[in-house]
């Protein structure tokens, strides 16, 4: 059994925890006390001080800003050592946080909230979630132009500008590159027929070009006019500002690419 002296000790920290008055500093000076007796070293002391180490860790005193991300569940044919969930173990542990997201939205929101915590969280992301989702955001029916990352805006900015051509431009973020959604550009292609691809990498061996091929292969028939890039030229990226805005996908070459269509 424990000696009295680290009993009390334990219950005096905890009582100091509940109320938000535990004084970190005095620790040391009690440990010794409850570690030792009048004949000697007690045996059972260091159970008092694993005792007392798992109460000196209040969320109110102590900042462990730590986050694990880890997979969870079946489905995805990896065999019982890669398939588990087990978020129910460390959802059990007091003062262990643990998230598990149901969509890449909140995957990314709750990642996010977990890093700026300042307790530890444990976030178990489903093997099932869906990141390769294309977005369109926004509706058209003349021509359909596919942005990925910071080409989206300014695609978006060439679709609100060719309403003055009375053309309606349908913007698809692509969202994911790899795997990406071949089915909602497809889709967009069967409204439109007519696809003009955006991209701010070289044109040879990149996305412009596997999308492009993608609708030829796949969507041949559903083309009215041949699919169009817009992409960096083939060059290293120049130091010159002027050079460089001339090198970055525009708005207007958008357009331009757009008029070619027919």
Same mark, same amino acid.
């Given at each position: 059994m424990l000696e009295q002296g680290g009993v009390d000790l334990v219950r005096r920290l905890e009582r100091q925890r509940m109320t938000g008055t535990l004084d970190h500093r005095s620790l040391a000076p009690g440990m010794a006390a409850a570690s030792s007796?009048?004949?000697?070293?007690?045996?059972s002391a260091p159970a008092a001080s694993t005792s007392v180490g798992t109460v000196i860790r209040p969320r109110s005193a102590t900042r462990v800003p730590l986050t694990m991300r880890t997979l969870c569940g079946a489905g995805a044919r990896a065999a019982a050592q890669h398939s588990q969930t087990l978020y129910g173990m460390?959802?059990?542990? !007091?003062?262990?946080?643990?998230?598990?997201?149901?969509?890449p939205f909140d995957?990314?929101?709750l990642l996010l909230a977990s890093i700026r915590d300042d307790n530890p969280v444990v976030c178990c992301e489903p093997k099932s979630?869906?990141?390769?989702?294309?977005a369109v955001v926004r509706e058209g029916s003349d021509v359909t132009l596919v942005g990925m990352g910071a080409t989206v805006p300014v695609v978006l900015d060439a679709?609100?500008?060719?309403?003055?051509?009375?053309?309606s431009a349908e913007v698809v973020d692509l969202r994911t590159l790899a795997p990406f959604d071949q089915d909602a550009i497809l889709a967009s292609l069967t409204k439109t027929g007519r696809l003009v691809v955006i991209d701010e990498a070289t044109p040879h061996c990149g996305m412009a070009s596997e999308i492009a091929a993608l609708c030829v292969d796949r969507g041949f028939d559903l083309l009215?006019? !041949?699919?169009?890039?817009?992409t960096a030229p083939h060059i290293p990226v120049?130091?010159? !500002?002027?050079?460089?805005?001339?090198?970055? !996908?525009?708005?207007?070459?958008v357009i331009a690419a757009v008029r070619e269509l027919g």
């Amino acid at each position: 059994m424990l000696e009295q002296g680290g009993v009390d000790l334990v219950r005096r920290l905890e009582r100091q925890r509940m109320t938000g008055t535990l004084d970190h500093r005095s620790l040391a000076p009690g440990m010794a006390a409850a570690s030792s007796t009048a004949s000697g070293v007690s045996r059972s002391a260091p159970a008092a001080s694993t005792s007392v180490g798992t109460v000196i860790r209040p969320r109110s005193a102590t900042r462990v800003p730590l986050t694990m991300r880890t997979l969870c569940g079946a489905g995805a044919r990896a065999a019982a050592q890669h398939s588990q969930t087990l978020y129910g173990m460390t959802a059990s542990i !007091p003062g262990l946080k643990t998230v598990c997201p149901s969509n890449p939205f909140d995957a990314k929101g709750l990642l996010l909230a977990s890093i700026r915590d300042d307790n530890p969280v444990v976030c178990c992301e489903p093997k099932s979630l869906d990141f390769k989702k294309a977005a369109v955001v926004r509706e058209g029916s003349d021509v359909t132009l596919v942005g990925m990352g910071a080409t989206v805006p300014v695609v978006l900015d060439a679709a609100e500008q060719l309403t003055a051509d009375s053309t309606s431009a349908e913007v698809v973020d692509l969202r994911t590159l790899a795997p990406f959604d071949q089915d909602a550009i497809l889709a967009s292609l069967t409204k439109t027929g007519r696809l003009v691809v955006i991209d701010e990498a070289t044109p040879h061996c990149g996305m412009a070009s596997e999308i492009a091929a993608l609708c030829v292969d796949r969507g041949f028939d559903l083309l009215n006019a !041949p699919v169009k890039q817009v992409t960096a030229p083939h060059i290293p990226v120049p130091f010159s !500002p002027v050079l460089e805005d001339a090198y970055q !996908p525009s708005a207007e070459k958008v357009i331009a690419a757009v008029r070619e269509l027919g």
